[in-house]
């Protein structure tokens, strides 16, 4: 059984489908979860729903704007004297529509590298002093499958997530002199509101036409899940939750600069 009693977590994009299921996670094993998100009032709802020993809490960040991200950790190191454990999930597909452009334009590019590399880059450099300080720490990058192979219509997604990778492999090194542990973890395929902009675009491309939430986007994540997954299982939130928990607790203090892929034995090294 993971313990993360006494430990006090922060979490970006956990108003939604993965940092939600995280966040619950974390709750579960006794942390206390601070949820940032974009969406206010989706991080407001997640914070309703978990569960434990923990302190829950909330605010607003842009990941992409460094003067709210560093608002936002030192109001969440003032609100629990101390962070711990960082998840950098937040992260995008793509912009307004994406999934009507058979290739990403401009703004695909730059706004999907601002939100899923330099977030990333951008939170971790804001609460990597405190944790210098206190010489402990445990990052934990989500990145994706999308780092392990290219993808023909999703390679700005795809670039970005295989930089979240080489990222963590860096800031290990980086951080190691100083008992902050940086991992990553490589999710599958997950039934998010990302995926369903994903079918959405798949389901195009094949002359379907979606509405948000069909039955039919659904159906197209299945037939993904068939064709891709050796396990024949979609990964859920909690799935990742777990490795997560796992990453952020002392059971892991010897691995650091890791990319462990959760997804049914899609991808095997
Ligand atoms: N769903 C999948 O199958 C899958 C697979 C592999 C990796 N991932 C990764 O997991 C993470 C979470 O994805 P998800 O599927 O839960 O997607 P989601 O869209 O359900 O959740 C993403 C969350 O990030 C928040 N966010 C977006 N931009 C932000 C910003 N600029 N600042 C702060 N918060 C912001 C959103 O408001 C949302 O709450 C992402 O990094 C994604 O790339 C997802």
């Known amino acids: ?48 729903t978990l569960a434990g020993d923990g302190e829950f809490l909330c605010d607003i960040v842009d990941v992409t704007e460094t003067s709210s991200v560093n ?3 030192e109001s969440a ?5 101390k962070i711990d454990i960082l998840v950098n999930n937040a992260g995008i597909i793509g912009t307004g529509k994406w999934w009507e452009r058979e290739t990403p334009n401009d703004e695909d590019w730059s706004r999907v590298h601002e939100v899923n590399v330099r977030g990333v880059v951008r939170v971790s450099e804001s609460i990597v002093p405190h944790m210098k300080r206190c010489k402990y720490g445990k990052i934990v990058n989500i990145a994706s499958i999308a780092a392990r192979q290219g993808s023909p219509d999703l390679p700005h997604y795809s670039t970005t997530k295989a930089a979240v990778v080489s990222w ?13 542990n940086v991992n990553a973890i490589c999710p599958g395929l997950l039934w998010t509101p990302m995926w369903e902009s994903i079918a959405r675009k798949r389901a195009r491309f094949v002359g379907q036409t979606l509405e948000l939430g069909s039955s039919t986007g659904r159906e197209v994540f299945e037939q993904t899940v068939e064709q891709w997954i050796p396990m024949k299982r979609e990964q859920t939130p909690e799935d990742i939750g777990n490795l997560a928990a796992f990453l952020a607790s002392d059971l892991s203090r010897n691995i650091t600069g890791q990319a462990i892929n959760v997804d049914g034995g899609r991808f095997t090294n």
């Open 1 to 48: 059984m993971i313990d993360l009693h006494g430990k006090h977590a922060v979490v970006t994009g956990g108003g939604s489908g993965i940092g939600k299921g995280i966040s619950e996670v974390l709750a579960r094993a006794g942390a206390s979860v601070f949820v940032a998100d974009i969406e206010f009032a989706s991080a407001e709802l997640t914070i309703q």
């Open 168 to 180: 963590t492999q860096s800031n290990a090194l980086q951080l190691a002199p100083f008992n902050v």
């Open 77 to 81: 190191i003032k609100a629990f004297g």
């Open 71 to 73: 608002r936002m950790i």
